[in-house]
């Protein structure tokens, strides 16, 4: 039986839930020239229902995010054909000490619990960590690869 491609429109809070047990995505910025900016990041979504990346200030995503705030993630399953969504959304860089709560927070929602949290902020502020969250706008289907229906 060959595998059907989907294509599921979802509302907010089904994305979410789709969401939260994914963490592999491609984050998408824009670079000074226009064109995109790939990096292969691990997500989150906090409380909120923001998407969480912890990162880097020097990093191109940061860069480009602090310039460009519009950004696009493709959330993928960990399975290589399972299904993904693309988001799109506006981005904020938080940086050390007042990104310390939110990197906590990615932390939680991406490996659950810290054996030493005093240990996490310790590393988070000697790592000069920063946190890019994205405040979704709006969101594609669902999707699954596969052939199109009406070869089924």
């Known amino acids: 039986m060959p595998r059907i491609a989907a294509a599921?429109?979802?509302?907010?809070q089904a994305l979410l839930e789709f969401l939260r047990s994914?963490?592999?995505?491609?984050?998408v910025t824009t670079r000074a020239d226009g064109r995109p900016q790939m990096s292969p990041v691990t997500c989150g979504v906090d409380?909120?229902?923001?998407?969480?990346?912890?990162?880097?200030?020097e990093r191109?995503?940061?860069?480009?995010v602090r310039r460009d705030p519009r950004v696009s993630l493709c959330v993928l399953s960990d399975e290589w054909d399972g299904p993904y969504v693309q988001v799109d959304g506006r981005a904020e860089v938080l940086d050390m000490p007042e990104a310390l709560d939110g990197l906590v927070e990615y932390f939680r929602c991406v490996s659950g619990e810290h054996p030493d949290w005093?240990?996490?902020?310790?590393?988070?502020?000697?790592?000069n960590k920063s946190l890019v969250r994205v405040h979704?706008?709006?969101?594609?289907?669902?999707?699954?690869?596969g052939f199109p229906p009406r070869l089924a």
């Open 118 to 127: 005093d240990e996490y902020g310790e590393a988070m502020a000697r790592q």
């Open 22 to 27: 994914r963490h592999r995505c491609l984050l």
């Open 47 to 57: 409380t909120e229902g923001r998407i969480v990346v912890s990162t880097y200030p």
């Open 8 to 12: 599921d429109r979802v509302d907010q």
């Open 136 to 145: 979704i706008e709006r969101w594609g289907p669902i999707s699954t690869g």
């Open 60 to 64: 191109a995503k940061t860069r480009n």
